[in-house]
């Protein structure tokens, strides 16, 4: 497949499909992370913190096994 200068977006890099941009994240892997405080008057009335893996289930078992073989776990 060959890129011609109208393929390209503005940063001069060939647009990534929806299914590619899928592809990518499930074989790299990404984290998801949020906060969420519920206040009312200015007093925190909850706190929710929330951490989310986005994987394949090779991808996360390759990602477990380098961090055991390294000493990164608990």
Do not use: F, W
Not at 45 to 56: C, E, K
Request: one cysteine or more; a negative charge; aromatic letters at 2%.
């Amino acid at each position: 497949m060959s890129v011609t200068n109208e393929s390209l977006d503005a940063y001069g890099k060939e647009p990534v499909t929806l299914c590619d941009a899928i592809d990518r994240v499930l074989d790299k892997g990404a984290v998801v992370k949020a906060e969420l405080t519920l206040s009312v008057a200015d007093v925190d009335l909850v706190y929710i913190n929330l951490s989310a893996l986005v994987a394949s289930i090779d991808t996360a078992r390759r990602m477990t096994h380098e961090a055991q073989s390294t000493g990164r776990t608990k």
